[in-house]
């Protein structure tokens, strides 16, 4: 097990570890969590509970208290993957062997009892492009004959994002006003967004950093990646399409960007990793400092991702969830995360511990698993009908959306990243 | 002096406010200082002084102690304007009355002795383009009949920067390396960039923020501004070139920005204020949201600002800085300080004490005050000559520029900002 690798045969007695849950004890992702009145602080997923880490300090390292009883992972990510790794094995130590289970089980709390918080104190927030078929997708709508930029297919395309609006799932979406000007007006206007949508991505959290002025080479950047978040980089594409010549998006993205709490390891992930998709022919090689060989190998993320919507009237009907999208992570990423963190650090520019990183959206090559609704609705001209009879090109308020990805694959069990939830609520 | 205006016929007792310095009593600004081997804490300009803060706590507000003690400025600075204009009169006063000379003369450390640093933890750094005369001399180099795009005077433009990679003035600039494409080349290569360049900004520091989703009045806008501090925006031109296209700049700008360590308040600003210079005939009026009568009075920044550069053989000769441009802020910013925070949190983007907000580089209308090498270069296409024979059109290693701001005004003591320093050291 000295890769963090936890034998698949291996059980929990946490009950409601057996079935379909997103956290058995193969995954065992670290959150921040707080009860009604109590302090926030670490805890680790596991079936429909959370363990509550400080109050199992005493089993695991003395030297890991100060780190493990803060508000924020910021400290005990910077540890890097070495510590993650003892913590992990020694987590599934505790939670399977029945010697440790009644100190354990009584610092076991039911989730549906704690709230979970965004889990680090992000210092800067960034997003990427790299699905491929959402650039093209929306490049389309405004070139069709060309639709990939000439620099897309060499530069991992990213641009830098609001720290202070990332909220974890849950938190509502208050519709943002700002200026917009239809294609058929004279003068922009500033008013609510009638325009506004979500985004599929993941998110990719920072462990151990780098100083200014020293890049991370390609072979070590897996080593700086914590774990991996659902992401809605909610969009809202009127204030978008006038706001973002030259500089790119801004106050159409600022306004909120939501994640799930849970942050699911490399090692957790490490039955999912597959060989990075080829590239067609004729797309050129990644350039040298975005090339290794053991990341081709492993750098894809097979992880299923699916979007749902509920309505009000579809919520006072009491109908079930409208699926929006399936589709899969790895064929969707035209660059792996080793390939982001490489290129985001290229320059010189230091990454600290807790910093977030998103993929940007990822869509699948066919309509199925399209990540957003300017994608699905070909950007409103094709609304989709609803089983109310209602009709969607953006969100309405009392929407809600739900992001959920998980992991299957022959011979290992199942694990999932839990939920990203946000429901849209009227301007204010 | 109720309103935080210091009296202009005042004078201190400390040595060195007589001339011609940027520190009179009538400017009193904030930073954060380190002796060789003590903390970092805060202290206020005078002369050739720092004065220690926590070293006066007793003669100051038993209540501002532990705001007054922290590391960085975040904390005092949330307590909005009206503390700010506490300390700063009730500092006038123990630096002018001859009754507090001996208690506090004490604690004033030269400040060639101290370490400046950013004086505050920055949770966001955003940069605007405010400065018209920059974006239609940049616009000319790729459209040269229609450089200012559709939406530049509706929307103040702006975007997410680099919080972890703002440094204090004296950080050298390593100079980057990233993806950079010659337009008569096939293909892009990685290597150290070969168009590096400076650019001349304002800082503005967020004092008391506001939540998520509530967006800050024009009316209330300049009440959450700290201060104001230069701004080096170190520009790599082709990565720049390369990456920008569609999400913006990004690994262009991310290796550094310099800040001047000193939060220049606006009350010390309050003589060098005027109206907004009007706009041209034609050009539309500012959309209700970030229109008021009281900024179109007063929001105009009279600052001076001056650019200088000193090559390795000039340094070596013992020459004199080469003056690379003069000129001034206001006629230069097309949006207010106002304008800008009201912006930014029009979509109800929360703005936390201490973020950082940059005006965009502020250039002249004409050939003297031009605010990056971009624009004095004409896109490197006419070098500019050096004292030695050398010539420029971008950045040499060992190159250092030097950023200065200051306010002169009949009948006011003149007050400045200190320096912005940064020298270019070769690539890692």
Redesign the interface.
Known sequence: MSDGSIDQSLTSWVESTGGETDFPIQNLPLGIFSESKGRRRPGVAIGDYILDLPAVIDLLDEGWREDLTQPVLNAWLSRGQGAQRELRLRLAELLSDARYRDDVEAQLIGRSEVRMHVPCLI??YTDF?VGIHHATNVGKQFRPDNPL?P?YK??P?????????V?ASGEDV?R????R?APDAD????GPSRRLDYELELGIWVGSGNE????IPIGEASEHIAGYSLLNDWS?RD?QA???????????K???TSVSPWIVTPDALRPFRNRLPSRPAGD?QP???LDDPADRETGGLCIQLEVTLVTDAMRAAGMQPHVLSRGSADTAMYWSAAQIVA??S???????PG?LIGTGTLSTDNDEGLGSLLEISRGGKQPIQLPTGEERSFLEDGDEIVLRAWCESEGAVRIGFGECVGRVVSA?
Chains 1, 2 share one sequence.
């Open positions: 210092g800067d492009y930029l620099n060499y530069v395309i990213g641009y830098h994002g609001r720290a202070s609006s909220r208050i943002p006003s700002g200026q000007k003068l922009p206007e500033y200014l002025g020293q890049p809202a204030l006038w706001e973002y010549q030259p500089l790119g998006p801004f106050l159409s600022s306004f909120l050129p350039l040298p400092y290129h985001h290229s320059n010189g520019c230091n990454l600290q910093d204010a």
